[in-house]
């Protein structure tokens, strides 16, 4: 969590980057000290979001980043896109980007941006350049996993 705040905010000086986790074991993590323009907020996302649109937010970016992908059906409405908040994570507009080790969480993903609100994206596999932005990704890349990045302008 701070790591992929911490490279955001230095990859975007100008903006303030924003790293949103519910778990504070994750946020307590060191990976050195955070640039001037990043925060680290202990938070539920499904709060989180809802307070962000009613105070009429308007991001410029959303990155999310390696969510739990709930493998089982039954669990589907525990997936972002399957889940109550994601008309609100949505109406929030921006450039979302979503990262996942799980192929179908992405495509599932894009389907439901473009049944909501028929933005269509794109997605496909990458290979992280340079420096991995999480620990998750650093995880699922040295143990030989396939990642999956989706993005989409909501604007
Ligand atoms: C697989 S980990 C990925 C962590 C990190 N983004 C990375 O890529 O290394 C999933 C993270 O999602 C967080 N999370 C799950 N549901 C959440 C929610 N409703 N609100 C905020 N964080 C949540 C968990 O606490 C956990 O740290």
Redesign the pocket.
Known sequence: ?G??TRRLALAHPDHAVIG????EQ?LSRDHGALPGNALLVR????D?WRLAHEAGWRPARHYL????PYPKSAQLKKRWHGHPVFPTLVALGGRLEL?SNWAIYVEEFALAVEALCDRRGEWGAFQPEETF?????R?YTESGQTLWRYAVDLD
Do not use: C, G, I
């Open positions: 969590m790591l992929s949103v986790d519910r778990s994750r938070a539920d996302l499904v989180f980043l390696y969510p739990n990262r932005l999480t620990p998750f990704e995880k």
